[in-house]
């Protein structure tokens, strides 16, 4: 199989966290979801348990209370740090960040709502091989899905402060308590394509070979 390392190389480095570009009057097909999903499922999962369900949620009073949680555990954190970075300088985190802000006001408007679980729940003590094989096995269905959503002309976001209140918002969808959250992405079609690569380092300073 030989693929076409331009068009893949492209998908890779401009799939972007996406917010004030979000779509928020075109509606988001279930098929187009479900189609996004199949594809995220034949990522790898720990121990090939296949633990990862998804909360997709459209109904828009459901929504706007899931927002609203966002906003209460979001908005001052949020506030803070964008000023911190701004009085830093940092141009690009600062607009990050007015992006962040933007998403606390407009959440609720987003047509869909993806929540991405997975069965079981390490305890509080566990240690850090349990919990990275734990998410280590939904977090790379949650890139899949969002590589096949900017190949359709979507895009998302990967947020967590929600889970500041999960057990609420577990409440409101009806998700067992051994279910456990792990991200909330708003999800719609994206206003324009043509997204850039980001401003990044040089591998070179951030790769270490055979010692630190």
């Not at 030989?2 to 988001?28: E, G």
């Not at 964008?82 to 141009?91: H, I, K, L, S, Y």
Request: aromatic fraction near 8%; charged fraction near 25%; include cysteine.
């Amino acid at each position: 199989m030989k693929f076409d390392l331009d068009q893949t190389d492209a998908l890779l480095t401009t799939t972007r966290a996406v917010r004030k570009r979000l779509d928020l009057n075109r509606p988001v097909e279930r098929e187009v979801i479900l189609e996004c999903l199949q594809l995220a499922t034949q990522a790898p999962t720990g121990s090939n348990q296949q633990g990862w369900r998804f909360m997709v949620v459209e109904d828009a009073d459901k929504r706007e209370k899931i927002a609203s949680f966002y906003a209460q555990a979001a908005g001052d954190y949020l506030s803070t740090a964008r000023d911190t970075v701004a009085a830093e300088g940092d141009q690009q985190t600062t607009r990050v960040y007015d992006s962040a802000l933007w998403l606390i006001d407009n959440l609720a408007k987003v047509p869909v709502f993806v929540i991405p679980c997975i069965e079981g729940r390490p305890p509080a003590d566990a240690p850090n091989v349990m919990q990275a094989s734990q998410y280590g096995s939904i977090f790379p269905a949650v890139w899949s899905f969002q590589l096949a959503l900017r190949s359709r002309g979507l895009g998302t976001v990967l947020t967590t402060l929600h889970l500041m209140h999960e057990g609420e918002i577990s409440e409101l969808l009806g998700i067992p308590e051994e279910i456990m959250q792990v991200a909330l992405l708003p999800v719609a079609y994206t206003k324009g394509t043509d997204f850039k690569r980001a401003s990044r380092p040089p591998v070179e300073t951030i790769t270490h070979w055979d010692s630190w």
